[in-house]
């Protein structure tokens, strides 16, 4: 089941803390998109049906977690973004690096580590 934008942001937000409460999810996530808590509620409770997040008691409040890496999580927000924004194709998004002026030395050798694995995968084919 395909995940939406502001989901893939909560579901980021709360893989980059390992976790939280729905009180820590509206005060540190809700608060500044003007989401209240019965909305992060309700987003949070659509993304456990989707099996993106999982509950447990603690303390006596329910604690979510993300059984996804922040990784997967993310790459799934690229995957996302390049189909619906851009039909598909990654050429719009290398244009955009290879005019990018701020892309640092490491960024540069993961996006060349990136290619080299891709040409990898092609031989094997």
Known sequence: MRVGSQELALLTFIADRGGATVGEIAE???????????????????LRKKHRLTRRRVGGVFRYTSPHSRGDVLREAVESFI???????????VAYLADATDVTDEELAEL??????????RKQR
């Open 83 to 93: 189909e619906r924004s851009l039909g598909g194709s990654v050429s719009p998004f």
């Open 112 to 121: 060349q580590r990136a290619v080299a694995s891709l040409k990898q995968q």
């Open 28 to 46: 540190g996530f809700g608060e500044a998109r003007g989401l209240s808590r019965t909305t992060i509620l309700t987003m949070m409770e659509r």
